[in-house]
């Protein structure tokens, strides 16, 4: 794993504490992040002083923290969104709520860095449209709290995107703006290259800093540079990396020069193992040269397995060889979801079955994407951060995973989302691990909305639509 040399390698680091506070002319996403982040550092409002130290303990699982090189059994508390406190024995007569958690793991929440979510629109056949899904309904349920939509809008509809979608969604949204103005609208729209302005689409990038987190260059079919070289320019000026989708593959841009000579460290080369664009050497099946230059060089390399982008016959000798993903990303969308990908925990369970551990499929699914994408205080659960969590259990039994030509691995374990907590608010609970008995006495119900989203008492004041 080559991931720590290209850390040290990102020319672009070291820029969070100045896109954090940039938040404040952000969206009302990221103000919220800020207000809660002020609220756990003050801690002295009067409630406060009166409750529990923890709003929530999550007891006597297996924490995987790469970030903070934590591989162990810890208990994990919560307070007003933020991570509190991770460490062993902590007392469960400080917490509001305590959920054991024995036997399983706990993570990050996870950082899905490439689908497509821009639903809604109504447009046929347009990831603009019917081809994206409702990202609360297929996130939560996979450990998911933070995807980044990987450019489904350009400059002209982004804000679109952000009023339908980001804003009234409860996962955690991020944007890599299209470097075609329209968006990934189809290929009338995709192939224009009259409509890829590097400079405008910095503008609209500038404009939402710590959202847009990233261009993005996709599809493309023609024989020029234009759509690489413009998403470079918007990039540069934005400050922020471009996820290349290197569409069809053409003498006159090849691999090796997109990614020795065109793409700056830090930007993302996402489909690794799609084999469609000359990734693997024929002769080792090892990765190809410009694979393994472009990685020296500090660009990162991620798996968008998709409908169409994973194939066995690369990833398995590939990793075989060393060749590793930086980030696990699904590319979720309409078709993908059904086939091949399903969700991030399918493709992280297919690849422990061809040879990655555990531990690497956990960072590549939050502290590695969250570097990427420079939102250093996401993935990790240090003291302080935001409080996502994902609680998987490893699942033993026999499993099949496939790929985009129908080839079948077979695997002995599977990752599965048990709990997921966004925020410090539980979202997803499978098995009901935070509940009750449902004949038991209610208990004290006045603090459920502290640490869950499924109180007890569900007649609080609010939408009465959200309780159906
Ligand atoms: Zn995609």
Same mark, same amino acid.
């Given at each position: 794993? =080559?991931?720590?040399?290209? &850390? ?5 680091? #070291? ?27 003050? #801690? ?7 409750? *529990?130290?923890?709003?929530?303990? %999550? ?35 400080? @917490? ?26 109504? +447009? ?9 899904? *409702? ?11 933070? &995807?980044?939509?990987?450019?489904? !809008? ?63 260059? @996709? ?14 320019? @918007? ?27 065109? %793409? ?57 060889? $060393? ?15 059904? !086939? @091949? ?24 699914? =939050?502290?590695?994407?969250?570097? +990427? /994408? ?18 998987? !259990? ?12 129908? #080839? ?6 599977? %990752?599965?989302?048990?709990?997921? /907590? ?9 098995? $009901? ?23 007890? !008492? ?11």
């Amino acid at each position: 794993m =080559t991931f720590a040399g290209t &850390v040290h390698g990102n020319t672009m680091s #070291g820029e969070h504490g100045r896109i954090r506070s940039r938040y404040l002319d952000g969206g009302a996403v990221m103000r919220r992040l800020i207000a809660g982040a002020a609220l756990a550092f003050l #801690g002295t409002s009067a409630s406060a002083q009166s409750l *529990p130290a923890y709003d929530l303990l %999550l007891r006597g699982g297996h924490v995987i923290d790469a970030k903070n090189h934590i591989d162990a059994i810890m208990d994990v508390a919560i307070k007003d969104g933020h991570i509190a406190r991770v460490g062993p024995g902590l007392n469960s007569g400080d @917490a509001i709520k305590t959920i054991d958690v024995r036997g399983l793991y706990v993570t990050p929440g996870l950082i899905d860095l490439h689908v497509h979510v821009y639903n809604g629109t109504g +447009e046929r056949r347009s990831y603009a449209g019917d081809l994206s899904v *409702p990202p609360d309904g297929f996130t939560f349920r996979s450990g998911v709290t933070t &995807v980044i939509d990987a450019g489904c !809008s350009g400059w002209r509809n982004f804000e679109d995107f952000k009023d339908r979608i980001i804003d009234r969604s409860n996962t955690r949204i991020l944007a890599m703006l299209n470097i075609v103005g329209s968006g990934m609208r189809g290929d009338r729209y995709e192939q224009n290259t009259f409509d890829m302005d590097g400079e405008v689409t910095a503008k609209m990038a500038a404009r939402y800093p710590g959202l847009i987190v990233g261009i993005k260059t @996709a599809h493309f079919l023609g024989a020029e540079w234009t759509p690489v070289e413009q998403a470079v320019i @918007a990039g540069t000026r934005a400050n922020i990396p471009v996820m290349v989708d290197f569409g069809a593959d053409r003498p006159t841009r090849p691999l090796y020069d997109l990614l020795t000579k065109k %793409l700056r460290p830090g930007d993302i080369y996402t489909h690794m193992y799609s084999g469609l664009r000359q990734e693997q050497d024929p002769r080792t099946l090892g990765p190809s040269k410009g694979f393994v230059e472009g990685r020296a060089r500090g660009l990162y390399f991620d798996t968008g397995t998709g409908g169409g982008s994973f194939k066995f016959s690369l990833a398995v000798p590939m990793i075989q060889q $060393g060749f590793k993903p930086d980030s696990i990303s699904t590319d979720l969308h309409m078709g993908s979801m059904n !086939s @091949a990908t399903k969700d991030i925990l399918n493709v992280a369970s297919k690849l422990i079955a061809i040879g990655l551990t555990l531990q690497e499929v956990v960072a590549d699914m =939050t502290a590695h994407p969250a570097q +990427e /994408i420079r939102h250093d205080e996401l993935g990790n659960l240090s003291a302080g951060a935001i409080a996502d969590v994902a609680v998987l !259990s490893l699942q033993k039994g026999r499993f099949g995973f496939t790929d985009m030509v129908n #080839g079948r691995v077979e695997g002995t374990q599977k %990752l599965v989302a048990e709990l997921t /907590i966004k925020d410090g608010k539980i979202v997803y609970d499978l098995n $009901g691990l935070e509940a009750l008995p449902w004949n038991a006495p209610q208990g004290d119900t006045s603090q459920d909305s502290r640490w869950t989203s499924f109180p007890r !008492s569900p007649s609080q004041p609010g939408d009465s639509t959200t309780h159906h």
